[in-house]
């Protein structure tokens, strides 16, 4: 049976592993809506490839180039942060969340108030909204899948399981390309060196959210939303292979965990399949060839961010959303060349001190505040050189 789909976020890292499998399966799928930010040509050639009704850009200044570039191919396009919103609004059978950062949200949100089918990698969104988040799931009957490699782990090992019965999860964090090195060498590190990820190829983002563990920072959070088994129960190991994408310890002390390449086209290939499972066309896992699997605890000494992500799903309230919004400003700014790699957490950390006051954000509108009023004063902490 042919379904329905919309790709948030389409001309990213997570966008064209979703379309290379939507590609080896084209009587599966048809696709609704593309978006993109900025990259007009390239989302014009995939909503032309793909047979697209709707393209859109988020940014309404990219739309004359978009419309320019779908002239003739009768795909309606549109632009700005509202026709993003819209486009997710549409019905559709399945919405897969890759939009990066908080510019997800409104999105996400406006898919899962229509009950819709969410394939949710967009963890900056659940981070940012948490509680505003699961309680629109729980009100308008909208089914979340973690497409998170670690979050789908989790997701495939609770199956038929009951979250009482859990003793633990534990995530793993292949502790990113920067993982052995000195303080004075990650003070000194590089763009570049950040985002060179020994294991999976992502967008910049991401890329620098793994070199500083923020990444599994945000995962902890994103975990403690999707599997509410209380912070207790909620750990992070080191596991350099990432062949083991994360676990489910239960009380009989039998842990359940899964496998697999270090390649996202498994977690959304079990996404876009579910309940059921289609073909990846990736290798299978060659244990022997692997040979070692070893494991880790996380250095918050010199990667500190995932103790901040710890202290800031603990305080609850506003302080996710913050922690969120810094951490964009602050990677933004590395990879602008604007700062060190060390002081990415630092103005996390002062961030989040400055804002100690926000009060909890209980709807959408109070998260972006929170958001707004967050990167402002990262933006300020920037300016003033205040962490310099
Ligand atoms: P990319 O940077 O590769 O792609 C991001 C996508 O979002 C692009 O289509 C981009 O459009 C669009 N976009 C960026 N900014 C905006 C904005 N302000 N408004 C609307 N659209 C925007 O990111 P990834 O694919 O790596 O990551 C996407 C999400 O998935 C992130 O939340 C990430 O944490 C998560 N994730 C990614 C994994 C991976 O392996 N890549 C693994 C697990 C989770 P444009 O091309 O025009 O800029
Ligand atoms: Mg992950």
Do not use: Y
């Given at each position: 049976m042919t379904r329905t789909l919309t790709l948030l976020g389409a001309t990213g890292s997570i966008g064209a592993s979703t379309l290379d499998l939507v590609r080896r399966n084209r009587d599966d799928w048809r696709i609704d809506t593309l978006t993109a930010h900025c990259s007009a040509v390239e989302l014009a050639a995939l909503a032309i490839e793909f047979g697209a009704k709707l393209a859109v850009v988020g940014d309404a200044n990219c739309l004359p180039e978009l419309r320019s570039a779908l002239a003739g191919s009768g795909i309606e396009a549109a632009g700005g942060a509202q026709a993003l919103v819209d486009a997710a609004a549409r019905p559709v059978d399945m919405t897969v969340a890759a939009i990066v950062g908080c510019a997800g949200l409104a999105p996400v949100m406006a898919a899962i108030e229509r009950g819709g089918t969410i394939a949710l990698a967009n963890k900056?969104?659940?981070?940012?909204?948490?509680?505003?988040?699961?309680?629109?799931?729980?009100?308008?009957?909208?089914?979340?899948?973690?497409?998170?490699?670690?979050?789908?782990?989790?997701?495939?090992?609770?199956?038929?399981?009951?979250?009482?019965?859990?003793?633990?999860?534990?995530?793993?964090?292949s502790g990113g390309?920067?993982?052995?090195?000195?303080?004075?060498?990650?003070?000194?590190?590089?763009?570049?060196?950040?985002?060179?990820?020994?294991n999976w190829s992502m967008g910049a983002k991401i890329s620098v959210d793994s070199a500083t563990m923020m990444n599994k920072g945000l995962e902890y959070i994103e975990a403690y939303h999707l599997f509410p088994v209380g912070l207790d129960k909620l750990g992070i190991v080191v596991h350099p292979q990432s062949v083991i994408h994360s676990m489910v310890e239960f009380r009989d002390r039998s842990t359940l965990a899964q496998l697999g390449p270090s390649d996202m086209r498994v977690p959304i290939a079990s996404c876009l399949a579910w309940p059921q499972r289609m073909e990846t066309p990736l290798a299978p896992l060659d244990l022997a060839a692997i040979g070692q699997l070893t494991f880790e605890p996380t250095n918050e000494a010199l990667f500190p961010a995932t103790r901040l992500a710890r202290e800031a799903i603990a305080a609850g309230g506003a302080a996710p959303a913050i922690l969120n919004a810094a951490n964009e400003v602050a990677v933004a700014a590395f990879l602008a060349g604007q700062i060190r790699f060390t002081r990415i957490a630092a103005l996390v950390e002062e961030t989040l001190q400055r804002s100690n006051d926000a009060p909890r954000p209980v709807s959408l509108d109070e998260v972006l505040a929170v958001d707004q009023s967050a990167r402002r004063q990262a933006m300020s902490l920037l300016e003033t050189n205040a962490l310099v």
């Open positions: 900056e969104a659940l981070v940012s909204a948490g509680e505003v988040m699961m309680q629109a799931v729980a009100k308008h009957g909208a089914t979340l899948l973690p497409t998170d490699s670690e979050h789908n782990a989790i997701f495939q090992c609770l199956a038929g399981n009951r979250l009482s019965d859990v003793a633990r999860i534990t995530l793993t964090a390309p920067l993982r052995t090195w000195t303080q004075a060498q990650l003070e000194a590190a590089t763009p570049a060196e950040a985002v060179a990820h020994p």
